[in-house]
């Protein structure tokens, strides 16, 4: 299995391939196998290399390097190098600090198309293809009477692929194609509906936005290039870690760690760059579970934790980290308090949540994270896909204030969407909590009280809004149009058995992990760190013995006992106590309900400057540019019409002008 490893990015593909070129002159049948298959196959792949990543006791087998593939048996990581890529000579590697000719020599550096699959590669593939072909099945009912149906699954699998690749990605560059090719797909399937200017528009945003954060993501790679003189990831993270000879000070990786931020914030959502994440909605709904669940949004996580060590050393962008990740969570958390439309509550609520997993990461608990990311991507794709099968049975309708009464209409989507909701709120034992509480737990055990204070309020605004989701969308009376009352069902199996697939995942996914709040009291050892120990580097961190820990643990599901509590009084059928807060708030409930005028912000500042200074160049392109090439055009066709005063034709006065010319030219030699 280990020798098929580039096939998990290959098989989708090859189905966007197929999709794409074939797509229109198959049936929709075939469309839906090849697409789906394709997934399903490199899911099948995944796990099999998977399970041949042992804890601890990989063997070496007899020569590992044969057909491309090393073995690292200690560090549990298996590379397979498919081809030179970028064969431009020897890499350049650091010179000792203070010898002459600096950090590097030249600017030569090989690259190769290189694949490793690690313990974090695992986790990610796992989840991408896990989750990924779930949200393909789903597709096939949801998409079903779309013209664009082939189109559709292409991108889908592209989508897949290119995330595939930016995961198992060995070096920087494998991992910026991979990247750009999320972006690149993100721009296809949130502006899937081109022909409604709007949702053009939202592709549009998410493209540019993310190229900004793409720019920093460059930059942090040249710097480490320069730096180091390779892209490859674990020779740079290793050299960090061993404090390699020439290794630069704190200010460069603190820059470079901050460069390769700023590609995350863009990718992930974060503060100043998440105003495309909600626009994203404007795509199908299980592009929605794709891009928040698992694939593109997960990737800054994924690239930050991945580079744990260079974070570890540059504290001071660690510490960033955690602030912008804990102002993003607040915000996003927010935001979705006051939200009408059903997706966009679930998009802010993935920002959020986003935000929660920076912030984990700004404490050195890379582990929590990417752990937390794990269970994010089994409940927050259940919550996404619950919400289309809500819109499936409304007829597209997305405005909560229109529904209710949906729970004995649309049982199997009622339950699944309730079990989501529970775990993202952290409600044990299901998923959330586990993940969640270690987080928090981290947060305090690293001696950081207000990033745990501000992950506490989160965890309540999380708990309250999703179950004024439930309360308005399934419970109460039907607030709809009579058509729409008459057209309730239930979603077809294709798109509510991956719902129970989901909701069986957000019930026992935690336990894939022990929290260390959690652990203290048991005794446990924390499994996912243990599993990702060979890759990330972390802070310990000490919940603070054991009645601190059962404290932690009381505080996180009383917090999330509240959200859930006032939101079922504050929502119940016959309250008017939203009314009566919303009155009360003024302009507070104005402020978040408008989520805080950023987009009206940036337009004002950003946009409209942007837009000022575009006029002012086309000002000048038509002034100058082509008043300097009309004016060249003009003088050209002056001086032709004063030749054309000479060139008339007759011979008669070309003898003339000959004969004046004689003359001319022996009246000078005379003079002269």
């Not at 030249?106 to 974090?120: N, T």
């Not at 972006?183 to 399937?189: M, P, V």
């Not at 509590?565 to 009360?584: I, T, W």
Request: aromatic fraction near 10%; hydrophobic fraction near 55%; charge should be neutral.
């Amino acid at each position: 299995m280990l020798r098929l490893i580039p096939l998990i990015p290959l098989l989708p593909f090859l189905g966007f391939l197929f999709c794409g070129l074939a797509g229109r002159r198959v049936s929709r049948r075939a469309v839906s196998w090849i697409a789906c298959g394709s997934v399903f196959a490199a899911l099948l792949i995944s796990a099999g290399a998977v399970l041949q990543l042992p804890a601890g006791r990989m063997e070496a087998r007899a020569a590992p390097d044969r057909a491309g593939v090393h073995i690292d048996p200690e560090q549990r990581r298996v590379q397979v190098d498919v081809y030179d890529w970028l064969p431009l000579g020897p890499p350049p590697r650091p010179s000792p600090v203070g010898e002459t000719g600096g950090a590097h020599s030249s600017a030569s550096f090989d690259v190769s198309l290189s694949l490793a699959l690690d313990p974090l590669s695992a986790a990610m593939v796992l989840v991408v293809t896990g989750v990924g072909f779930l949200i393909h099945v789903y597709s096939v009912g949801y998409m079903g009477g779309d013209p664009g149906f082939a189109r559709y699954f292409s991108y889908l699998n592209l989508f897949t692929a290119m995330m595939l690749v930016l995961v198992l990605g060995a070096n920087f560059l494998i991992m910026f194609v991979g990247w750009e090719g999320v972006g690149l797909c993100s721009y296809l399937l949130i502006g899937f509906w081109y022909e409604d200017v709007e949702k053009a528009s939202a592709g549009r945003k998410a493209f540019i936005v993310n190229r900004i954060g793409d720019l920093g993501f460059i930059l942090g790679i040249l710097g480490v290039l320069g730096i180091f003189g390779t892209l490859d990831i674990h020779e740079v993270m290793s050299d960090i870690s061993a404090g390699a000879a020439g290794l630069p000070g704190d200010l460069a990786l603190t820059l470079i760690a901050l460069a390769l931020f700023t590609g995350a914030c863009g990718k992930s959502a974060q503060l100043p760059l998440y105003v495309w994440l909600p626009d994203a909605m404007a795509g199908p709904t299980p592009v929605s579970a794709l891009i928040h669940a698992a694939t593109m949004v997960t990737a800054g996580v994924y690239m930050v934790s991945r580079c744990s060590a260079l974070y570890l050393h540059a504290p001071a962008a660690l510490g960033l980290v955690a602030v912008v990740g804990a102002a993003t969570a607040l915000l996003g958390a927010t935001i979705g308090l006051a939200q009408n439309d059903i997706k966009k509550v679930l998009a802010y609520s993935t920002v959020s949540q986003l935000g929660l997993m920076f912030l984990g990461v700004g404490v050195g608990a890379f582990a929590a994270s990417i752990f937390h990311l794990v269970t994010h991507a089994f409940f927050k794709a259940l919550l996404f896909l619950g919400s289309g099968s809500v819109m499936h049975a409304m007829g597209g309708e997305t405005d909560i204030r229109r529904m209710g009464g949906l729970r004995s209409r649309l049982p199997v989507t009622y339950w699944t969407f309730v079990t989501g909701a529970l775990a993202i709120s952290g409600i044990p034992p299901l998923a959330g909590f586990f993940s969640k509480d270690e987080i928090l737990a981290a947060a305090w055990g690293a001696g950081r009280p207000l990033l745990w204070a501000a992950g506490t309020a989160v965890s309540l605004c999380t708990a309250f809004y999703m179950f004024r989701l439930v309360m308005m969308v399934f419970h109460g009376d039907f607030r709809g149009s009579r058509e729409q009352e008459h057209h309730l069902h239930e979603s077809p199996r294709f798109m509510t058995v991956p719902l129970i697939a989901l909701a069986v995942l957000s019930i026992v996914g935690g336990w894939i992990g022990i929290p260390v709040s959690l652990g203290f009291l048991l005794g446990i050892p924390d499994v996912i760190e243990r599993w990702l120990e060979p890759v990330l580097e972390t802070v310990p961190a000490s919940a603070g013995g054991v009645p601190a820990a059962g404290l932690l643990i009381l505080a996180a599901t009383a917090v999330a006992a509240i959200g859930i509590g006032s939101a079922v009084a504050f929502y119940r059928a016959g309250s008017d106590a939203p009314q009566r807060v919303a009155r009360g708030a003024g302009p507070l409930y104005g402020l978040v309900a408008n989520r805080y005028w950023v987009d009206e912000l940036y337009d004002a500042t950003v946009l409209r400057a942007y837009y000022g200074g575009c006029a002012a160049f086309e000002a000048i392109d038509r002034t100058v540019i082509d008043g300097i090439v009309n004016g060249l055009g003009v003088l050209a066709q002056g001086a032709g019409q004063i030749v054309r005063l000479v060139q008339t034709g007759f011979v008669r006065n070309y003898a003339l002008l000959l004969l004046i010319g004689a003359v001319a030219l022996l009246w000078y030699l005379i003079s002269s």
